[in-house]
């Protein structure tokens, strides 16, 4: 017997694994177009759908936040809003994080951080959180201090401009 999944785009993990359990331990036959389900496999049929319908389900969220209030950020090379703002987020990980708000005179800020999965997402464990019939919900905060852009002085960037000129000047060794 051959089950199709449909891509996950379009079908709960919770299904696919029903239907992978309906193909794997039921009996199922084909006959004139019907299908015949023996009456031992009625139940489980049963069992296994009531309880794909009753699963849990996890709201990741991120919420950031800057003094002052109002800068971009950019999250992953993606605009996502001025804070203070609240979005949500898929993966664990490194994410790349940019904050901008020079209409205000502030510097930007380029910062990489790490969220990192808690104990009910770590492998055995997410497959029966993912089960549990109630929700959890993964909230994570951070807080970013912008600063002032300060202007440089004259003398510092007539010395930055001969640093350059003379190491401009000196030949690439090869």
């Not at 079908?11 to 023996?38: D, E, K, M, N, Q």
């Not at 929700?135 to 930055?160: A, F, G, N, V, W």
Request: aromatic content about 10%.
């Amino acid at each position: 017997m051959i089950v199709r999944l449909a891509p996950a785009s379009r079908v709960t993990h919770a299904c696919r694994a029903a239907w992978l359990l309906i193909s794997l331990f039921l009996r199922l036959s084909c006959s004139g177009g019907r299908v015949i389900i023996s009456g031992m496999s009625k139940r489980v049929v049963i069992l296994v759908l009531v309880t794909a319908g009753l699963n849990g389900c996890l709201e990741r969220k991120l919420t950031i936040t800057t003094e002052p209030e109002g800068a971009l950020v950019i999250l992953s090379d993606k605009e996502v809003g001025r804070t203070p703002l609240t979005t949500t987020f898929t993966w664990h990980g490194d994410y790349d994080i940019i904050i901008r708000y020079p209409e205000k005179g502030y510097e930007m800020l380029n910062v990489c951080e790490g969220i990192y999965p808690k104990w009910y997402e770590w492998p055995p464990i997410d497959l029966l959180s993912q089960l549990a019939p109630w929700t959890y919900r993964d909230h994570r905060y951070l807080h970013y201090k912008l600063t002032k852009y300060k202007t440089p002085k004259d003398e510092d960037l007539i010395h930055r401009a001969k640093d350059l000129q003379r190491r401009n000047a000196t030949p690439v060794k090869r």
